[in-house]
């Protein structure tokens, strides 16, 4: 009868525990909701169609990782192939869906100009991330674009040209399309504001084979041709370019947002033998205008670039930067519409709609992998990235502007605008500014210190700027753990720290390289010790320029972060023993600091100055396997001490006690070293491992107490055979009790840090997610034989010696 009871409430543990997690799933269901991406996911731009996909299914795999969202994102996807007419028919069956939300896309702007006008008078909110026509926006309320339009690109090139180029004279090659004549008329707007000189070639993509020989003609037969300007989609640059741009030529290029990304390159590569015999044989030179060049980008950007060449095995470009941004966006809104959890479709759109008005003005954005996004008349108005082609990858130009960030007054923005430092586009002020090109090669780290937060670093540290500017490399390290710059009497003083080791100057290039080996500090995390991840960094800034006159970028081009696709394979000089290397990131951010500067006027105000910070990121996580086999081998033991208990006679208390009582001890003398060793404010992951063998450690002792007075009254020959029958049961009972129960807490407690502190490990966590309820029958059909032959035992036992002591 015993079993029968034990058996079923074993089968009852079971059944609530699985019957739990799937009705919890059912009733905690997410609303799902549905968003259409268009784009050209086949022909010649399918490229740019996957780059798109690959953006966002980027960000909806670490949606469904979020377990503070509540609600799922499914994406159909449609392919226009970048056609006016297909793109059209997709719109119509778009519109006729009643479970679509919204659409990311279209690619071009033709065809987003076309779908839009059907996305409109359905009602649908759409967002795109590459179609920069003004006509996309303009009398549609209800389509949206991360990035500037060409009202905004096409003035910006023209002040690039005119401030930083240096160039009067523009040959502009523009298509016939929405996107290339939308493009040339600003730029034209603006040329003639800045009394630049300008020529139009006008081009039609059908005829553009045959017309070539007439367009090189007609720039030969230019005297000066200054610059020259490609308004065109990437098809039509590539073929224009393969004609006139080869070592030699006269004609410098800058091209739009179309050219710069590698789909360009791969584009180029098929058109060209050349190019791909002679990397940038076409390529190299040509400038061009981005929304999101990686090098410049900061740390979101870096970590965005980690984790697309984990999830798509290369770089990402700016198309899959920007519509990853604008899947964020999606997301952004719909989480706010999804608390309210209106029915209707119609209300749903419209509530999205009203939601993306709403992202106007800085507070109210978010930050994205491109920077922070809010809208300004349903656009995101920021300076573009200039870039140039270098052996076929787009790197940062050397001067670039940005925002202002502080107002001054109208005397020094004209003085600036008219010494070129300052452009005005479309009525926002931007400022000149020098990039330095920095790289960091580790050799070395050693000496770490978890509890200080120390650790030593040789590494290899080089600067590459232009001549004009001078002492670019004179910086100060944040973190060092001792006073650490570098100035200009570097080479005169002894410094074991900093040893100069190259100099050199070329083509108006200055190359500054040290080594460096000094020891850092940052502040460790302890909460998942030993499960944790900690960030190793060095961190410098200019010791005299702020960021409005220098920022630091990384050197895609010299270190082997950006060279190797496995960089921790060059690494294993690094000797850090127990610990798992990560790919370094590295990446500029800011760093203010405020003050009066002695000015009376200002103690009532804040003046903020503002440094470029350059940072060079290198995580690094603990080999948990090799920790737990060296140092949690005495909890284990302990565990297994504890257990033993239950196996002992019911006679042996002492035994039982002194074992228990050591389990204890021995646990607190190993958790009293930790907290010596890691003197930290808050409880460590290791702690809750601690607790656990307490809470079973008492467990056991409290069983143990409990059996014994059980045994007790079972040998006491006052009272009738019926009690001291029950006292025997109940040493069974709560024998059963400690082994079941053992065990059972131990795998609850392994789940539990498995599933905080290792949510990686999904099958580890799912098996023992299985055996709690498991356990209890299981280890109950185990013992069971062995917990009736030790009743049958001790009662056998108790009745002699009741026997004889009644003979006596």
């Known amino acids: 009868m015993v079993r029968n009871k034990f058996v079923l409430i074993s089968v009852l543990i079971i059944f609530i525990t699985v019957f739990y997690y799937t009705f919890s799933a059912l009733f905690n269901k997410k609303s799902t909701y549905k968003i259409a991406l268009v784009g050209p996911m086949s022909g010649e731009n399918s490229s740019n169609g996957k780059a798109m996909s690959y953006g966002i299914n980027l960000f909806l795999e670490q949606l469904k990782q979020n377990s503070e969202i509540d609600f799922d994102i499914k994406l159909v996807i449609y392919d226009d192939e970048n056609s006016v007419e297909k793109a059209h028919k997709i719109a119509l069956d778009i519109a006729s869906d009643h479970n679509i939300l919204m659409v990311i896309g279209h690619y071009y702007s033709s065809t987003s100009i076309a779908a839009g006008k059907v996305y409109q008078k359905a009602g649908i909110p759409a967002i795109t991330a590459s179609a920069t026509s003004e006509g996309v926006i ?126 360009f390159i791969e584009y180029l590569k098929k058109k060209s033998f050349q190019e791909r015999s002679i990397p940038g044989y076409h390529s190299n030179g040509i400038f061009a205008i981005s929304p999101f060049i990686i090098d410049i980008s900061g740390e979101k950007a870096q970590i965005f670039r980690k984790q697309f060449r984990e999830y798509c095995k290369k770089d990402p470009t700016w198309v899959a930067a920007c519509y990853f941004d604008a899947i964020s966006v999606a997301a952004h809104a719909i989480q706010k519409i999804n608390s309210h959890q209106p029915s209707n479709i119609e209300l749903q759109r419209k509530q999205t709609r009203n939601f993306l008005n709403q992202m106007g003005g800085y507070e109210k954005g978010i930050d994205g992998v491109t920077g922070r996004i809010f809208f300004t008349n349903q656009e995101v108005l920021r300076p573009f990235a200039v870039g140039f082609f270098k052996n076929q990858k787009l790197i940062s130009a050397a001067s670039q502007y940005q925002q202002l960030s502080v107002e001054k007054d109208s005397i020094s923005i004209l003085k600036q605008i008219l010494e070129g430092q300052t452009i005005d586009v479309n009525d926002v002020l931007m400022s000149k500014l020098r990039l330095v090109y920095t790289g960091i090669d ?351 035992l001790t009662k056998l036992e108790i009745f002699q010696d009741s026997e004889s002591t009644s003979c006596v």
């Open 138 to 263: 303009r009398d549609n309320k209800w389509y949206f674009r991360i990035i500037p339009g060409n009202a905004f690109q096409g003035s910006f090139i023209a002040n690039y040209i005119h401030s930083v180029l240096k160039k009067k004279t523009v040959i502009i090659i523009s298509d016939r399309d929405s996107y290339g004549s939308d493009l040339a008329q600003n730029f034209e707007k603006a040329a003639r504001a800045l009394k630049m000189k300008y020529k139009k070639i006008i081009i039609d993509s059908n005829t553009l084979d045959r017309d070539l020989d007439t367009i090189i003609n007609q720039l030969r037969e230019i005297k000066e041709t200054g610059m020259v300007f490609i308004a065109t989609h990437m098809p039509e640059a590539a073929t224009i370019i393969t004609s006139i741009k080869y070592p030699g030529a006269k004609f410098p290029i800058l091209g739009p947002d179309s050219i710069a990304s590698s789909a």
């Open 442 to 792: 580790i050799n070395e780290i050693s000496e770490l210190n978890i509890t200080e937060g120390t650790y030593l670093v040789d590494f290899y540290l080089w600067f590459r700027y232009e001549e004009e500017f001078m002492d670019a490399e004179q910086i100060e390290f944040v973190n060092s753990l001792k006073p650490l710059f570098i100035d200009n009497d570097i080479t005169k003083a002894k410094n074991k720290n900093i040893s100069l080791v190259l100099n050199q100057k070329k083509n108006g290039i200055i190359i500054r390289a040290y080594n460096v080996r000094a020891k850092f500090k940052n502040k460790f995390d302890l909460h998942k010790f030993p499960f944790d991840s900690q960030t190793l960094c060095i961190k410098f800034r200019h010791s005299k320029y702020t960021k409005d006159n220098l920022i630091f970028i990384a050197d895609i081009i010299g270190m082997r972060q950006f060279i190797k696709n496995e960089y921790s394979r060059d690494v294993d000089s690094y000797s850090l023993s127990g610990w798992e290397l990560q790919d370094p990131i590295f990446f500029q951010d800011f760093i203010s600091n405020s003050s009066s500067l002695g000015n009376p006027d200002m103690i009532n105000s804040k003046n903020t100055i503002m440094f470029s910070q350059f940072n060079a990121n290198i995580p690094i996580k603990r080999e948990v396997i090799s920790f737990l086999s060296k140092n949690v081998c005495l909890i284990l033991v302990m565990l297994i001490t504890s257990y033993i208990i239950y196996f002992i006679p019911p006679d042996q208390f002492a035994i039982r006690i002194s074992i228990g009582m050591s389990t204890l001890l021995t646990t607190a003398f190993a958790h009293s070293r930790l907290t010596q060793r890691l003197p930290v404010s808050y409880l460590m992951a290791m702690e809750h491992i601690y607790f656990g063998v307490y809470l079973l450690s008492m467990i056991s002792i409290v069983v143990s107490v409990t059996i014994y007075q059980c045994y007790k009254k079972s040998t006491l020959t006052a009272i009738d055979k019926v009690l001291r029958y029950k006292s025997i049961k109940k040493i069974g009972y709560y024998t059963h009790f400690g082994l079941i129960l053992h065990p059972t807490l131990s795998i609850i407690v392994i789940y539990n840090i498995i599933n905080q502190y290792m949510p990686e490990k999904v099958m580890m966590k799912n098996s023992f997610l299985v055996l709690i309820p498991l356990a209890t029958l299981i280890i109950f059909f185990i013992y069971k034989p062995f917990i009736n032959s030790r009743s049958r």
